[in-house]
């Protein structure tokens, strides 16, 4: 029997139950995905739970908000690019070791390459909405595959701390004083147009966006969100975070088992 499960506050929301049942049940594993509601104060929760992942109780964890960055004390090692983000999404043990890696960044590029039919060449220009968790990830991933990286923020601070954390790369830096744009890519991480505020949206209204832009959401719920489906009334492709929410969970998911995530499986369970 595989245990597995997922930490995070709240978790109501979570999809990762049934993301996680469909793979296993597509592999013909026997196994279980819990949900772990754990209050951002509460550090001896993390440890009595990470301790049951080194005990062998548990095959895997992931982590969402708010311990993303919480649990990295607790590991013993983290993977290259969990250190570079400076988050962890996803643990487990190897070695005798806890480990704490991040598939986020790889879950994103994958699913935007899958969703733009790879239409990106090389250092194309794109706009990080948000400097958050979220936007470690996406930064990183961005940054790494030579993507010229623009990061706008509310608080210009909270930008500048991430911009220190990928100090080897040229990021910039701005507002969300907005003028017309003309980057190949916009990406929000903020949580804007999240539900059950649909109705809003991290740029501002008529914004004229260049005909070539392609617009990526990580908010997957609603389906569609409203920078989404403005984005398409302009006549621009766009997407929401729904892929990268499997992706991410597909790699954690072969990283925990060893088998092959079924993907198609996994977003059937979901849709």
Known sequence: MIQLGLIGYPLGHSLSPKIHAAALNACGLEGTYSLFPIHPEDKQ????????????????LNVTIPHK???????????????????????????????????????????LKRVSNSSFIFHH????????????AVVYALLNDGWNVTLAARRIEQAQQLADSFKNY????????????????IVNTTPLGMTPN?????????????????????????????????????????S?????????????????????ADRIAMLQAVS
């Not at 929401?240 to 092959?260: K, R």
């Open 45 to 60: 929760g993390l440890k009595d739970l990470l301790a049951r992942v080194r005990t062998g109780e548990f095959r895997g």
């Open 170 to 185: 040229e990021l910039h830096i701005t507002t969300f004083d907005l003028q017309p744009l003309t980057f190949d890519l």
């Open 240 to 260: 929401t975070g729904l892929g990268m929410l499997i992706e991410q969970a597909a790699l954690a998911f072969e990283t925990w088992t060893g088998a092959n």
């Open 125 to 136: 220009s794109a706009l990080v909405l948000g400097a958050g968790g979220s936007a470690r």
């Open 198 to 238: 649909i109705e809003s949206s991290p740029l501002p209204e008529n914004l004229s966006l260049s005909s070539n832009t392609f617009v990526y959401d990580l908010v997957y719920n609603p389906r569609e969100t409203k920078l989404v489906r403005d984005a398409r009334a302009q006549g621009l492709n766009a």
């Open 69 to 111: 960055q919480n649990v990295i004390e607790l590991m013993d090692e983290l993977t290259p690019t969990a250190n570079a983000i400076g988050a962890v999404n996803t643990i487990y043990m190897r070695e005798n070791k806890l480990i704490g890696d991040n598939t986020d960044a790889p879950g994103f590029l994958a699913d």
